[in-house]
């Protein structure tokens, strides 16, 4: 197979990193990626553990739109935007 083919049960290992502010967003098992009916990665659904209200039972998730992620390297998936690039959505 080729070199640039990356299975997704190597890259849940990937640790997620923002250039932009340097925030880590932990692993990619961690979250989750859609996938639009054609195959194409739409969204990086983040799951905020760093979120106040965490601790009150809600959970927050940020979106990011694919075209913020700009490297998936040997162990690390790279992403630059800032806060007003993110949709956020509490559960």
Do not use: H, Q
């Not at 990193?17 to 925030?23: R, T, W």
């Not at 098992?29 to 965490?54: A, P």
């Not at 979106?63 to 490297?71: A, D, G």
């Amino acid at each position: 197979m080729s070199d640039n083919i990356k299975y997704y049960s190597e890259m849940e290992r990937y640790e997620i990193i923002n250039i932009n502010d340097g925030e880590k967003y932990n692993y990619l098992s961690d979250n989750d990626i859609v996938v639009d009916e054609d195959g194409n990665l739409k969204l990086l659904i983040l799951n905020d553990s760093k979120s106040k209200f965490s601790f009150f039972g809600g959970n927050e998730f940020i979106e990011v739109p694919w075209e913020f992620i700009k490297k998936i390297g040997s162990k690390t998936i790279i992403l630059d935007a800032d806060d007003s690039c993110f949709k956020k959505t509490r559960v």
